[in-house]
Nanobody, 127 residues
Framework: QLQLVESGGGLVQPGGSLRLSCQASGSSLHYYAIAWFRQAPGKEREGVSSISRRDGSHIYYVESVKGRFTISRDNAKNTAYLQMDSLRPEDTAVYYC???????????????????WGQGTQVTVSS
């Protein structure tokens, strides 16, 4: 049974950077597409980025984070990452990683995407 644990969140000033980690256990992450989502207070959950299973050769971003966020994976460490640069106050949210063995990573913004979810990590961008 795959389990995911996010870490790396925190408080950062606008323009700063954070790197989130999504550590998997219980199964090999190699077989799963991974996506990052976020949910700000009073807002719906938003898909941020996804990476395809195995070699991660296909990567997708929501328009608002293109050029600022970078998703990656290290199957040897059973971990996925979200490098967030040039952070803005509107990036403030709880960030979740999710894994899916079947669904197309390009459709990560679909409502039913994600078989397994982590518990989330808070990211706050404020001066």
């Amino acid at each position: 049974q795959l389990q995911l644990v996010e870490s790396g969140g925190g408080l950062v000033q606008p323009g700063g950077s954070l790197r989130l980690s999504c550590q998997a256990s219980g199964s090999s992450l190699h077989y799963y597409a991974i996506a990052w989502f976020r949910q700000a207070p009073g807002k719906e959950r938003e898909g941020v980025s996804s990476i395809s299973r195995r070699d991660g050769s296909h990567i997708y971003y929501v328009e608002s984070v293109k050029g600022r966020f970078t998703i990656s994976r290290d199957n040897a460490k059973n971990t996925a990452y979200l490098q967030m640069d040039s952070l803005r106050p509107e990036d403030t949210a709880v960030y979740y990683c999710a894994a899916d063995v079947f669904r197309d990573p390009g459709r990560f913004r679909d409502q039913d995407w994600g078989e397994t979810w982590g518990q989330g990590t808070q990211v706050t961008v404020s001066s």
